[in-house]
């Protein structure tokens, strides 16, 4: 059995990978605005990935557990957020594994996907990690576009 919520058939949706960096909000914000211009929806993704603990089951189940709630937690706080922006429910998935794996999975699954919506870093000469990653090698694996928000953007008023 899967705790995995499908991302259900629909137009016009805006794909945002839930972290806890400063700048995710940002990419919250204006994947709000894009899907509110496109009468489309947010799509929100959290991909949990633990580590091992070899011998140590008992830890584990207990780490992966308080790592699914910080999840849960940080994913319904933005989909708060993107109801607030575009008063209607975002799709939400919550997968454990790997992180670039299971964003192109989720986008292959889900041909409605319009675009992948990451913010950059503004506190660093780095983007990211997934912005580094799509923007380069892997960009051959993305097959929609990719939308990147400097951090630092100020929201637009949403209306």
């Not at 629909?10 to 806890?20: A, E, M």
């Not at 937690?73 to 209607?88: F, L, P, S, Y």
Request: hydrophobic share 45%.
């Amino acid at each position: 059995m899967s705790d995995k919520v499908m991302i259900e058939k629909r137009k016009g949706v805006f794909l945002v990978i839930v972290d806890t960096t400063e700048e995710f909000l940002v990419a919250v914000d204006y994947a709000s605005q894009f899907a509110n211009a496109e009468d489309g929806y947010v799509a929100l993704l959290n991909v949990i990935q633990h580590a091992h603990f070899q011998n140590w089951k008992n830890i584990e189940d207990r780490v992966r557990s308080e790592m699914r709630g910080q999840a849960e937690q940080a994913t319904w706080d933005a989909a708060g957020r993107v109801i607030e922006n575009t008063h209607k429910m975002p799709m939400i998935c919550i997968e454990e594994g790997d992180r670039v794996d299971l964003i192109i999975k989720t986008i292959e699954e889900n041909e409605n996907i319009a675009a992948l919506v990451l913010a950059s870093s503004s506190n660093s000469t780095k983007p990211g990690p997934l912005i580094t990653y799509f923007s380069g090698k892997g960009l051959s694996r993305l097959p929609i576009p990719l939308m990147i928000i400097p951090g630092d953007l100020e929201p637009l008023a949403i209306s």
